[in-house]
C-alpha cells in the first residue's frame, strides 16, 4: 500500500507546526519509516524470585526453596516521541526568543 503527502505550501503559524509534529508522531503512515520503531536508552537490573524444587534429598522428599535472579530488563523509547519532545523543546524556546525580543 503506498501513502501519498499532499503539500500545502502557505504561511506556517508556529501552532500550525505544532499540530503537524502531534500528527507526525502518532501517523499510521509512518509503518515503514524510521520513526516508527523504538531505541533502547537503558538497561536496569530487576530481581524475579521462584520456587524451585530443594537440592539432594530434600528435593527427592518434594520439599522447595526459593531462587532469586537478577535479569537486565532494557528501557525502551519510542523514536516518533522522542522526535516529538525535541520538536517540542525548540518550539518553546523559539516562542520564548519572540517574546523576550518583543519586550525589548
Given at each position: 500500500?503506498?501513502?501519498?503527502?499532499?503539500?500545502?505550501?502557505?504561511?506556517?503559524?508556529?501552532?500550525?507546526?505544532?499540530?503537524?509534529?502531534?500528527?507526525?508522531?502518532?501517523?499510521?503512515?509512518?509503518?515503514?519509516?524510521?520513526?516508527?520503531?523504538?531505541?533502547?536508552?537503558?538497561?536496569?537490573?530487576?530481581?524475579?524470585?521462584?520456587?524451585?524444587?530443594?537440592?539432594?534429598?530434600?528435593?527427592?522428599?518434594?520439599?522447595?526453596?526459593?531462587?532469586?535472579?537478577?535479569v537486565?530488563?532494557?528501557?525502551?523509547?519510542?523514536?516518533?516521541?522522542i522526535?516529538?519532545?525535541?520538536?517540542?523543546?525548540?518550539?518553546?524556546?523559539?516562542?520564548?526568543?519572540?517574546?523576550?525580543?518583543?519586550?525589548?
Amino acid at each position: 500500500m503506498k501513502y501519498v503527502i499532499i503539500i500545502i505550501v502557505r504561511k506556517m503559524e508556529t501552532n500550525d507546526l505544532l499540530a503537524g509534529i502531534a500528527a507526525l508522531g502518532g501517523s499510521a503512515a509512518l509503518g515503514g519509516s524510521s520513526l516508527a520503531g523504538s531505541i533502547t536508552i537503558a538497561t536496569v537490573p530487576i530481581a524475579t524470585t521462584a520456587t524451585v524444587p530443594a537440592a539432594g534429598v530434600a528435593g527427592w522428599l518434594g520439599l522447595t526453596t526459593t531462587a532469586t535472579t537478577i535479569v537486565a530488563a532494557p528501557v525502551t523509547l519510542p523514536v516518533a516521541g522522542i522526535v516529538a519532545a525535541g520538536a517540542l523543546l525548540t518550539l518553546g524556546g523559539y516562542q520564548a526568543y519572540k517574546f523576550v525580543n518583543k519586550n525589548q
